[in-house]
C-alpha cells in the first residue's frame, strides 16, 4: 500500500487499531481485513475501507514475497469479497505513481485512473459492473 516500501512497526500498529473498530459494512467507518497466506503463514494483507462514494482497497505484501504475483492474486480474490461484504459499490485505491507493479495489478484488474490526491497519489476506480451482479 502506498508507496511500496516496507511498513514500519508504527504504521502497522495504528492500521491494526484501525481494523479492530468492528463497524458494520454500511457504517461510514467500517473496515474489513483480508489475510492471504503462503504455507499456512501469513504473507500479506488487503484492506477495505468505506468512503463516501466508494471502497477503498489497500493491499500489503511481506517484502520476502515480493515478485512471485500474490499482489494480483490477492487483489482478484478481494473484488468479489469486498463487494460480498459491502454490497454494489465502487472500488478506489491510491497508489504511488512510481509504484509501477500496483499500477499494472489496479489496471489488469480493471481499475481506470480516476485522478491524483491533493499528496500526489494517482487514484484508480473500479465501477461495480460484474456480470454476475448487473
Known sequence: MGDGRPWDSGVIAAR???????FPPEHP????WFIASLGG?????????RHEGAVEIGYWVAPEHWGRGLAGRMVAMAIPVVWD???????SARVEPGNLASVRILA???????????????VYRLDHHSPARS
Open 108 to 122: 489488469r484488474h480493471g481499475f481506470r485512473a480516476d485522478g491524483v490526491t491533493p499528496e500526489g497519489l494517482a
Open 85 to 91: 461484504a459491502y454490497g454494489p459499490v465502487s472500488l
Open 16 to 22: 491494526v487499531d484501525s481494523a479492530l473498530g468492528g
Open 29 to 32: 467507518e467500517a473496515r474489513r
Open 41 to 49: 503463514e501469513p504473507a500479506g494483507l488487503v484492506v477495505s475501507s
